[in-house]
């Protein structure tokens, strides 16, 4: 019945003609398959907003995408959540906790702790790509959207590693975005924001809080269950409901993000992620993309160690 079924599917798409039509199943649902690859290939934009603007499409999944420039890539478009529209960007993904500032450790220093590079491999203000969408919870991911699409805001999810993306959605331990179009104030995405506001040692410093804090709007979760996901022990340093770009702690050394919070204290490394690639003290528990999330295995206090699940989840950054 199914091969029945498939054929007529073939006849009706022009696949084949009723004279040839004696190709395997498997043939059959591969050709259906690049029938629906080539129809998807039509619907292209600059970002998953001007694709759902244009084509009113309504299904999340892989789309293609064009640069300014010309350049064809594939990302995960949001298309569902509060409107839709969020194109896959980046995801950070912490290969090797235990690693600190070596390969895999894109998002701060491939290259161990330096002061002679103090932006690390400087990732967040520069135009180098990598990974691809689909595996963007299993190796670290930024496409050229990041730096080439302008947009107002952004949204985050935190999904377990090596999840499929099908999934990400219902599996995410936290997902969020904001709505006060803050971008419009750093050039339309992160990559100009990191530009103006570098994460780099030494830039700035920490007097009882610092950053860029944005207000945000639950997707999943709430402050409460924010709270919980990071240690007991500095949750007096910080408040739910923000995500916070490009803070400082009390040594001077940057992180790039803190998600679903604002610091209030001066001890970032244990609640932010991403970094540069100089860390005064503490070398081998501060540097790395996931800085000190991991600090008890270091010896630290037990209170200072951020969920397991936070630590074991990728960081999904969306733009629309």
């Not at 059959?28 to 244009?54: F, P, V, Y």
């Not at 600190?100 to 330096?114: A, E, F, H, I, P």
């Not at 995405?189 to 410093?205: A, C, D, I, Q, S």
């Not at 920490?206 to 709270?227: A, F, M, N, Q, R």
């Amino acid at each position: 019945m199914l091969r029945e079924t498939v054929l007529l599917s073939c006849l009706a798409l022009g696949l084949c003609a009723a004279a040839d039509c004696n190709t395997t199943t498997h043939d059959l649902h591969k050709n259906l398959n690049l029938k629906r690859h080539h129809a998807k290939m039509r619907i292209i934009g600059q970002s998953c907003k001007e694709i759902k603007d244009t084509y009113n499409v309504d299904e999340d999944g892989i789309y293609y995408l064009i640069t300014e420039s010309g350049v064809v890539y594939q990302t995960f478009c949001d298309m569902t959540t509060a409107g839709g529209g969020w194109t896959l960007v980046a995801s950070v993904h912490e290969n090797d906790i235990l690693g600190k500032c070596t390969r895999g450790d894109r998002w701060s220093s491939q290259n161990g702790d330096d002061p002679s590079k103090p932006e690390g491999d400087k990732t967040w203000a520069n135009r180098v790509i990598f990974g691809t969408a689909e595996g963007a919870t299993d190796d670290d991911y930024k496409n050229p959207g990041y730096y080439d699409i302008k947009a107002k805001d952004v949204s985050i999810w935190h999904v377990p590693n090596n999840e499929e993306p099908g999934l990400w959605s219902n599996s995410s331990i936290l997902r969020y975005h904001t709505d006060t179009h803050f971008l419009d104030k750093y050039g339309g995405n992160l990559y100009h924001l990191f530009k103006l506001h570098p994460v780099k040692y030494g830039m700035g410093e920490c007097k009882g809080g610092s950053g860029i804090p944005i207000p945000v709007i639950y997707d999943e979760g709430d402050k409460e269950s924010t709270s919980e996901l990071y240690g007991s022990a500095v949750r007096d340093e910080f408040e739910p409901g923000f995500v916070t770009f490009r803070v400082f702690n009390s040594d001077k050394a940057p992180m790039a993000i803190c998600s679903g919070i604002k610091p209030t204290g001066c001890q970032p490394q244990y609640y932010c992620i991403g970094g540069g690639g100089y860390y005064p003290t503490g070398t081998l528990v501060l540097c790395g993309d996931f800085n000190a999330f991991d600090w008890t295995i270091f010896g630290g206090a037990g209170q200072h160690k951020a969920a397991q699940k936070m630590i074991d989840a990728s960081m999904l950054l969306f733009y629309r």
